[in-house]
């Protein structure tokens, strides 16, 4: 398959250091995973993505989006390309979404049923159908390192029946998922010319706000003796709080030595937080998205770009920052680039957000690395 986990040190707080074996490459967790959307993380070439952050080291693993692709350039052109890693240029490691969340997202627009989903299309309004068994043969095209089972993400706030329903849904689909999956696995790609490595599935625990949901579909997807776990369902509009007692109370009921991923969260402070739980795989738009909008992290926390006060400010965003956005630019600068519609801000800002996401966790690993291991 080409897979493994290995956990290094585990500190007091639950937090591990460790070390995830893909096709394409080697992952140190915890890891921030970039989101590329459509093959491109916005406004970031792929050669500034193997760069920024700390050391000059990069991103280590991206993430694609299987809805979005499908729709648009399609699964089979992108498989006729060589796969999503040949076809964006980009040779590290990758992992898609199943498109559950898109699917999700577009609530007025789609039926769902015992099989799957009918949707229509956010660019053109075409009818489309996502069944698990279609999920898997669009991310065994796209050809990433870690595909995800087909899930249904509930609303919220959504009744305990409502939730546990869908819950069943998401544990129905998630077999489907894998019986397909195995059956077809070796059509990925790159199969040949890596002999024989396989791209791995990882399952998606849901159960919405509810604890004992949460603890049922980590149980039943456990059973299922997948790679790896993903937290899905949150950072869906429920308070903070409320996001980290469900992380915490499902990494309770997942295995501790296969990794374990939180997905679409959050702002840097969050995913230092998570990661610290026992949290090894974060994503979220958040750093190209914010960046897009003005809005940059610093040590001193948020920064709007776009404030009048920093029109002659000749600092840098973030005088600890030693991104190349930050040893090159003034904030006067960032900020008349923000104000005048220049692309260059948005590719600035989003470098300068991603750098801080990567060095946060960089800096993580590293107190890990040192810190107290329990058993």
């Known amino acids: 398959m080409g897979f493994s986990f290995e956990v290094d040190r585990t500190a007091e707080g639950g937090g591990r250091r460790g070390r995830l074996r893909l096709p394409h490459g080697v ?22 993505l193997e760069e ?76 489309h159908f996502f069944s698990p068994e279609h999920s898997m043969d669009v991310q065994i095209a796209l050809g990433a390192d870690i595909a995800m089972v087909f899930d249904e993400c509930v609303e919220t706030p959504a009744t305990w029946e409502r939730t546990r329903e869908s819950m069943g849904l998401t544990h129905a689909w998630a077999q489907r998922s894998k019986d397909h999956f195995e059956a077809t696995k070796h059509l990925v790609p790159w199969f040949e010319e890596t002999d024989g490595k396989t791209q791995s599935l990882f399952g998606i625990v849901q159960g919405g706000m509810y604890a004992d949901l949460r603890k049922e579909s980590a149980e039943r997807l456990v059973e299922m003796d997948l790679p790896g776990y993903a937290i899905g369902g ?34 840097p402070d969050e995913i230092e937080e998570y990661a610290r739980m026992g949290v090894d795989m974060m994503d979220c738009v958040l750093p190209t998205r ?80 040192r810190g107290n291991v329990t058993s």
Request: glycine share 10%.
């Open 27 to 48: 992952v140190e967790t915890p890891v921030f995973m970039p989101v590329g959307t459509a093959a491109s993380v916005k406004a970031v070439p792929q050669s500034l």
């Open 52 to 127: 920024v952050g700390a050391g000059g080291k990069g991103a280590q693993i991206i993430l694609a989006n299987t809805y979005h692709l499908y729709l648009r350039p399609g699964h089979e052109l992108v498989r006729r390309m060589g796969g999503v890693h040949r076809f964006m240029s980009w040779e590290r490691p990758m992992l898609t979404d199943s498109g559950g969340f898109q699917v999700f997202s577009l609530s007025k627009l789609r039926k769902i049923t015992p099989d799957g989903v009918e949707f229509r299309s956010h660019l053109d309004g075409s009818k």
């Open 234 to 267: 949150l950072a869906v509009g429920e308070p903070r709080e409320v996001t980290r007692e469900m992380i915490a109370r499902t990494l309770e009921h997942l295995p501790k030595d296969k990794p374990r991923y939180v997905m679409g969260v959050g702002y």
């Open 290 to 369: 914010a960046g897009r909008h003005g809005l940059l992290f610093t040590s001193e926390g948020r920064l709007n770009i776009k404030k009048k006060e920093y029109a002659e400010d000749q600092g840098p965003i973030d005088a600890t920052c030693g991104c190349m956005v930050c040893r090159r630019y003034t904030r006067a600068y960032l900020r008349h680039l923000f104000a005048s519609g220049e692309p260059l801000s948005a590719v600035l800002n989003s470098v300068h957000n991603i750098a801080f996401y990567l060095d946060t966790m960089e800096r993580v690993r590293a107190e890990l690395a």
